[in-house]
């Protein structure tokens, strides 16, 4: 077993990986620099608008998920542009079939929230991540 970090120092070693047998969302999901483990449980877990799309197309075809937490701390990353990330991929993908969840911590993560709240595309945001995972349980549970 080799650690997956270790891809970037060990090229020949990761040139012989067979993908064969690995959960194939996880490994496009690397395709696009995403870490997508899959789960049992009902909540996919998650910054260009580009990743966001290709990361919510990976969650919603696990048809188990029932709600989607994107949480983002960051302290370089900016929150209001993570906020337009997440709003372009949803305006692109059209409807989530599953509630979606947003915590922003961090630098501009006030003015993120502000945007994704006006936006008024249904999207539930919270700032704490206890608030936000305690939402994202509620809202799977509702669609059981």
Request: net charge negative; glycine share 8%; hydrophobic share 40%.
């Amino acid at each position: 077993m080799i650690d997956d970090a270790a891809s970037k120092r060990q090229k020949a070693i990761f040139s012989m990986r067979d993908t064969e047998h690995e959960v194939p969302d996880e490994v496009e999901a690397e395709k696009y620099g995403l870490v997508y483990v899959r789960m049992d449980g009902d909540i996919g877990n998650v910054a260009t608008k580009e990743t966001m799309v290709k990361a919510f197309e990976i969650i919603l075809r696990d048809e188990r998920v029932k709600a989607i937490l994107v949480n983002i701390y960051g302290g370089i990353t900016r929150g209001d542009m993570i906020a337009e990330s997440i709003l372009g991929a949803a305006k692109q993908l059209g409807p989530l079939r599953v509630p979606m969840v947003v915590r922003l911590q961090g630098t501009n993560s006030e003015l993120g929230l502000r945007i994704l709240e006006k936006a008024n595309l249904g999207l539930h945001t919270e700032a704490d991540f206890g608030k936000a995972a305690e939402r994202a349980v509620e809202l799977a549970k509702q669609r059981q």
